[in-house]
């Protein structure tokens, strides 16, 4: 492919995913694109000669009116062929639209094109590794490209021209070392995709115009930027006591309120103290929780390192962020910061070279071509930090690192010399003691927990463990027939291998649920062992890896040794499929308290909510830690605007939402019945406006949540348990909500998190039919606007929202 070629980007819109089922065309979009300047655009409705779908109207925006005087695929096609002759196709999903055109073509008489093709999402997922995601949506909101209206073709088409065209400079920019790895392996990626790839790595002609001016744009706006923050040089510069002093320190672009100024100040207080003790701070909603606890940290006459912990990856990337900005910004700030994960969440680079040199006889797996231009971007190679994608390949076992792994090594010895370190709670359980014994500091640390919640699944996460026994005799039973086809003066160790398996296994599935099960589990990790090696020995494919066979081996070997923290054996069968798996709970109480409190000076824990049962949890300290509780209710009027409805005006409640032009609501319905009834009026509606999402029939919940939030506009229809998994979750809550029959089945206790996540919004509303009693109980947090059986009038939201 010559980088002269010229493109077409060509987006479809269908009624139907396969046109052999009926489908249709409904629109075109073409953008061409020569000497990586847009050239030119084609599009055009397509009159299918049948009735869209309601739901394709909904996704696409695209009407029966819009089609009606469209021309019909057969009179477009002749002159589509012209267009798209001697051009290179490029689709986001190429193998959708350029067999979906083939078919239609074929459909009318027409010869199938025979072009060079090209797919821009293989080639997003490969140059822009850690992307939060690779819809086109996601993506040109990710690289700052235009995308007016998503699903319409002509705009589709000229955003993946864009896309297109940052693909090719991204791939100019890779380092050197980069683009011979990735030439010298076949990566098998759709179509031509690689060559445009090869051609855009070696190809060094300058950056597309709009790149060009957005990189300048960027330069200068960062060099002001670095101007305005300079910060002042200086030794050992005092707390800011007052907010002046705050905004002052801070600079352009802060400023500190009231109730966050009062939290910061009892963080330092907290902090400067030398008693030993939990600390659970609560604080308003609108108060940013991150920057309170993170600015004391700089004016420490510091004897300790403090561990930012969380289960949390983002939270502990936000958290960097922060503590890097106020680095340029303070005076005289001079804070050391690390993270350091767990040994098996960095890449063992060794490994991974050999991998390479594998694919490069054999052909390459497509994570490896991801993983090998992210290895030019991380500055610490934490595995931990790439997509969910790439983290579940079976085949990243074979490089992550072990503890002497140079990767896991650099980050321990530089977390050993911070004075602030961000730590997973994995980590901390596994490795935390080593740590401290390692640290430049004699004090234990400090601990500061911003959603403890997670605390509780990383003690069990930790120390229990689950022995999926189905699975392990499912990969068994493929080994032993792998094995039968070996020659008979090899199986011998074969037999006994697996005959030790069997014994084992025979004698785990009879025992009682006693300790005596755990001296039986470590017997049939062992016999696993065994197998693995001799699988490796005869280069056998399966899905048992050792590090995690013997992982679990070593926590079964520290619950024999502490049996005093082993909770419960349980037994978890189900029918269908067939799922049989040994669990080993822990008393999280009781590690709680003599582990993970052992290993710290003193905790915060700083959350706008804590539960009852979560607060109790981490009040129970010992005697040399004393237990604290502050909820601090802040100065300023944070109750949340709620209307009040009724069963018989929630329609128009809802209505008038739609006509204020609100762009995100969520609806919390009682059952799965209502969820339906709501989610098909909804949909039919006004799904030409919002993209309507439901719990369970879109999507499971907190992934239909994370969609919906990602829609121009949207309604999310959701049962109950989202006001739970707001909290448990970190869900993102739009800025209104509506308890539909709230009267009925809302408990007014559990409403707590909806309404701290509503109150963090400056302009919010609540919808629901509370009764007296609720309302009643609700009163210091709510500021309602209208009495339960009158209305608000029409022009409310339009203001609210305006």
Do not use: C
Request: aromatic residues 8%; without cysteine.
């Amino acid at each position: 492919m010559k980088k002269s070629a010229a493109f077409v980007i060509v987006d479809l819109e269908t009624t139907n995913p396969s046109v052999e089922k009926g489908g249709r065309i409904i629109q075109i979009g073409m953008t061409f694109v020569k000497n990586k300047k847009i050239v030119e655009h084609f599009d055009s409705f397509v009159n299918p000669g049948q009735t869209i779908d309601k739901k394709i109207q909904q996704l696409t925006h695209i009407s029966q009116k819009d089609v009606r005087d469209a021309p019909f695929f057969e009179e477009l096609a002749p002159s589509l062929r012209g267009l798209l002759k001697d051009q290179v196709f490029v689709a986001h999903n190429v193998n959708f639209d350029y067999p979906y055109l083939n078919a239609e073509f074929a459909r009318v008489g027409l010869p199938e094109l025979d072009l060079l093709a090209i797919d821009t999402v293989q080639l997003a997922q490969i140059l822009y590794p850690t992307a939060p995601g690779y819809r086109l949506s996601d993506l040109t909101k990710y690289l700052d490209l235009p995308l007016v209206q998503a699903h319409r073709a002509n705009a589709d088409a000229e955003a993946t021209a864009y896309l297109m065209l940052s693909l090719w400079h991204e791939a100019q920019s890779l380092p050197e070392k980069t683009k011979k790895e990735l030439l010298s392996v076949d990566w098998g990626l759709l179509r031509q995709s690689q060559d445009f790839l090869a051609m855009a790595m070696k190809d060094r002609s300058p950056a597309p115009a709009f790149l060009a001016e957005r990189e300048e744009t960027l330069r200068r706006q960062s060099n002001r930027s670095k101007d305005s923050n300079r910060k002042k040089k200086g030794g050992d510069v005092p707390y800011p006591k007052t907010l002046a002093d705050k905004d002052a320190v801070l600079g352009p672009g802060f400023l500190v309120e009231e109730d966050q100024g009062q939290v910061m100040d009892q963080v330092q207080r907290f902090l400067q103290q030398r008693k030993r003790a939990v600390w659970q701070l609560t604080t308003p909603p609108e108060v940013k929780k991150t920057l309170s606890y993170l600015l004391p940290l700089f004016y420490q006459n510091r004897q300790q390192a403090t561990y930012l912990l969380a289960h949390d990856i983002t939270l502990l990337n936000h958290q960097g962020a922060i503590l890097a900005e106020l680095q340029e910004r303070l005076p005289g700030a001079n804070l050391s910061v690390a993270k350091l994960y767990v040994p098996r969440d960095y890449l063992d680079e060794k490994k991974f070279q050999k991998v390479l040199a594998v694919a490069r006889s054999q052909g390459g797996a497509f994570w490896q071509a991801r993983v090998l231009v992210w290895l030019a971007e991380s500055p610490d190679l934490a595995l931990i930090d790439l997509p969910k994608g790439v983290q579940n390949q079976p085949g990243l076992a074979a490089v992550r690192s072990d503890e002497t792994g140079s990767a896991f090594i650099k980050a321990f010895d530089k977390a050993a010399q911070a004075d602030v370190v961000l730590l997973t709670f994995a980590a901390f359980f596994a490795i935390s003691e080593d740590l401290e014994k390692a640290s430049k500091y004699h004090d234990r640390p400090v601990a500061i927990l911003e959603k403890p919640i997670a605390l509780l699944t990383a003690i069990q996460e930790g120390f229990g463990l689950t022995l999926p026994l189905s699975f392990y005799q499912d990969q068994v039973a493929r080994l032993a027939d792998l094995a039968a086809s070996l020659p008979k003066k090899t199986q011998g160790q074969w037999k006994v291998a697996l005959h030790n398996w069997e014994e084992a296994s025979n004698k785990i599935d009879g025992q009682a649920e006693d300790i005596g099960l755990v001296k039986t589990g470590k017997a049939v990790l062992n016999r696993l062992l065994d197998l693995v090696d001799l699988a490796a020995k005869a280069d056998f494919n399966h899905k048992l890896t050792q590090a995690d066979l013997t992982a679990k081996l070593a926590k079964l070997s520290w619950l024999s040794a502490h049996q005093e923290y082993l909770a419960n054996i349980s037994w978890h069968i189900q029918k269908e499929p067939a799922v049989q798996n040994l669990i080993f709970e822990v008393k999280a109480d009781l590690l709680y308290q003599k582990y993970f409190l052992k290993q710290v000076d003193k905790v915060l824990v700083v959350s706008s909510y804590l539960p009852d049962d979560l607060a109790t949890f981490l009040a129970q300290t010992p005697g040399a830690l004393l237990p604290e509780k502050s909820e601090f209710e802040g100065t300023t009027d944070n109750q949340l605007t709620t209307v009040l409805t009724t069963s018989r005006n929630e329609n128009q409640q809802i209505e008038q939402l739609v006509l204020a032009k609100v762009q995100h609501f969520v609806l919390i319905v009682e059952d799965h019945a209502a969820l339906k009834h709501w989610y098909y009026k909804l949909s039919d509606r006004y799904g030409d406006d919002y993209v309507v999402y439901a719990q369970d029939i879109s999507a499971p919940l907190i992934k239909a949540a994370r969609q919906s939030s990602q829609e121009e506009q949207s309604i999310l229809i959701a049962l109950p348990e989202y006001l739970s998994a707001i909290w448990q979750q970190s869900l993102q809550v739009p800025e209104v909500a509506v308890i539909s029959q709230a009267h009925r089945w809302v408990d007014v206790t559990t409403l707590t998190p909806l309404l701290i996540a509503l109150q963090k919004q400056e302009k919010s509303v609540l919808l629901a039919s509370f009764n007296q009693g609720q309302v009643k109980a609700l009163s210091d947090r709510l500021a309602t606007v209208n009495s339960r059986y009158k209305r608000v009038k029409a022009n409310f939201y339009q203001k609210k929202f305006s």
